[in-house]
């Protein structure tokens, strides 16, 4: 290997030899390391793609069976309607006795439609006294239960007992026992 006279310069140019290389390993580094980053945000960004598109087709599909589906029962609702509107114009025309589509077949339509609005106010008043008798009852109940806790503590005070001992001595006081039959 060639040796320069001077050590000073020498060292000095495998000094700056050895500084470029690093430079040059450094930069050549980050150029790699910048070329793979981006290669994996590439492929992580092409993974979100499919699956966002897979969700969006899923997303679609459910709501076009969603509309199908909706769409049956509309046109189910509507067959199921005209069909209650048909049996109430038979049950109104009698079973064919005034098919004639005259007065009395519309005056029975008329009281059918009357008498299902009743009954269905009938329903509601029906519920409405149900919740009104049972929220009586529980009041009852909680009243019931006071007065047992206030009879209680007034059977446990000494002067009660000793008036009610009083008067259970006293047959004069006591009301006469209706006469029991024997029993066999």
């Known amino acids: 290997m060639p040796h320069l006279e001077n050590i000073l310069v020498e ?8 500084v470029l290389v690093l430079y ?3 930069r050549i580094g980050k150029i ?3 070329l793979a980053a981006s290669k994996l945000i590439a492929q992580k960004e092409q993974e979100l793609f499919i699956a966002q598109k897979g969700f969006k087709t899923l997303y679609e599909s459910e709501m076009a069976a969603v509309k199908t589906d909706n769409a049956n029962l509309k046109s189910q609702v509507d067959t199921m309607t005209a069909k209650v509107e048909d049996y109430r114009k038979k049950a109104a025309g009698l079973g064919g006795l005034f098919n004639s589509g005259g007065k009395k077949a519309d005056a ?3 009281l059918l439609l009357e008498n299902e609005a009743l ?5 509601h008043q029906n519920e409405k006294l149900k919740n009104e008798r ?6 009852q109940m909680r009243n019931t239960g006071y007065r047992r806790v206030l009879m209680s503590q007034l059977m446990s005070d000494e ?20 006469a029991q039959t024997e029993r066999h």
């Open 11 to 18: 060292r000095s140019l495998y000094i700056a030899v050895a």
């Open 24 to 26: 040059l390993g450094f």
């Open 32 to 34: 790699i390391g910048t």
């Open 108 to 110: 029975m339509y008329a």
């Open 119 to 123: 009954e269905e106010a009938l329903y």
């Open 134 to 139: 049972t929220d009586a009852l529980k009041e």
């Open 159 to 178: 002067r009660i007992k000793g008036y009610v001992a009083e008067v259970l001595a006293d047959d004069k006081r006591l009301p006469e026992l209706p």
